[in-house]
């Protein structure tokens, strides 16, 4: 599985657009690059996945350079609720369908 | 929303004790997993589950755990005989489809366990 780098922590305001880059330089052909948030003593959730190009969802976009050697979550007009741990997942189709989870970034919005 | 549930939602328990921990996945999901978080740490993948067989397990995932299907509904965890370090916030998830095309797993509330 490819190894991902994320920022440690990152502090925002709220109202900011918040964008959080992954770096998985051994990123694979097919691998999918997925986004997962936690908030504390909770179960991960699933935000955005993609494979190349751009994503958006009602929660968040996906951006990803046609290298696929990174990839940024960005976060629109982001609230004290948003405060959280962002999680890159990179893997292939290959895997049974266990997620490595890394160390994540924290997020912490202020008002 | 369809969602995952977990219970207990804490159990304590002694060192040397046998805990099943319980999970309900999506009712239409056919991948089952448990995940651990010890306090502070990664979450780290125990075991996956599909057609009524372990799919796929992790180092941590000793023979001190299993898994089990008891029913259409339910999908448990079991540590035969608890250890200090297993004490963790332990998460259930389900997904419908293999990872690789959609990497969408449901996670639960999780349990946390505390072995004393």
């Known amino acids: 599985l490819a190894k991902t780098t994320q920022p440690i922590s990152m502090d925002s305001y709220e109202g900011q657009e918040v964008n959080i880059t992954c770096s998985h330089n051994n990123i694979a052909t097919n691998d999918y690059i997925t986004w997962y948030q936690q908030f504390p003593s909770q179960g991960p959730r699933f935000i955005i996945q993609?494979?190349?190009t751009k994503v958006t969802n009602e929660v968040a976009s996906l951006f990803i350079p046609a290298d696929r050697k990174s990839s940024t979550l960005s976060l629109p007009r982001v609230s004290l609720s948003d405060t959280a741990v962002y999680y890159c997942?990179?893997?292939?189709?290959?895997?049974?369908?266990?997620?490595?989870f890394g160390k994540g970034t924290k997020l912490s919005v202020k008002p | 929303e369809p969602e995952v549930t977990q219970t207990p939602s804490h159990q304590v328990t002694q060192m040397g004790q046998e805990v099943i921990l319980r999970c309900v996945p999506i009712?239409?999901?056919?991948?089952f997993y448990w995940y651990r978080q010890i306090l502070g740490q990664k979450v780290e993948f125990l075991v996956s589950f599909y057609n009524n067989e372990i799919s796929e397990k992790s180092e941590i995932f000793d023979d001190q755990f299993s898994v089990e299907r008891p029913d259409g509904s339910n999908f448990t965890l079991k540590i035969r005989s608890t250890k200090l370090e297993d004490s963790a916030m332990y998460f259930c998830?389900?997904?419908?489809?293999?990872?690789?095309?959609?990497?969408?797993?449901?996670f639960g509330p999780g349990t946390r366990l505390t072995v004393t």
């Open positions: 998830a389900s997904s419908d489809v293999r990872w690789g095309t959609h990497y969408e797993q449901y």
């Open positions: 997942l990179v893997g292939d189709g290959g895997s049974q369908g266990n997620l490595i």
């Open positions: 993609g494979y190349k």
């Open positions: 009712s239409n999901h056919l991948y």
